[in-house]
């Protein structure tokens, strides 16, 4: 059984900075993509962040310059580094991961969500 836990999320004021990480854990053979998420109330879940397994990375034109996504290869860890936050930030950011395990393949799993709230 594969697990994703997100940490990281809080208040923070407009302009400042925040780090996610989303930690896996299970039986997993090997990681094809990992990204964040976020969802705002009253809107859909929208990409955030890519990371695929050669490394290549893509961001929402809304992010791009501000967050960095990166991960720990040997810990399958994602991490989310969030500058010059903007209140529009604002959402609940889940981790995704597409893996293969001993027995799925290309499965997709999710974190339970991490609200990040930017305010003054």
């Known amino acids: 059984q594969v697990q994703l836990v997100e940490s990281g999320g809080g208040l923070v004021q407009p302009g400042g900075s925040l780090r996610l990480s989303c930690a896996s854990s299970?039986?997993?053979?090997?990681?094809?993509?990992m990204g964040w998420y976020r969802q705002a109330p009253g809107k859909q879940r929208e990409l955030v962040a890519v990371?695929?397994?050669?490394?290549?990375?893509n961001y929402a034109d809304s992010v791009k310059g501000r967050f960095t996504i990166s991960r720990d290869s040997a810990k399958n860890t994602l991490y989310l580094q969030m500058n010059s936050l903007k209140p529009e930030d604002t959402a609940v950011y889940y981790c995704?991961?597409?893996?293969?395990?001993?027995?799925?393949?290309?499965?997709?799993?999710w974190g339970q969500g991490t609200q990040v709230t930017v305010a003054s």
């Open positions: 299970g039986s997993i053979f090997s990681i094809h993509r």
């Open positions: 995704n991961m597409r893996l293969s395990t001993p027995t799925i393949v290309g499965g997709d799993y």
């Open positions: 990371i695929i397994s050669g490394g290549s990375t």
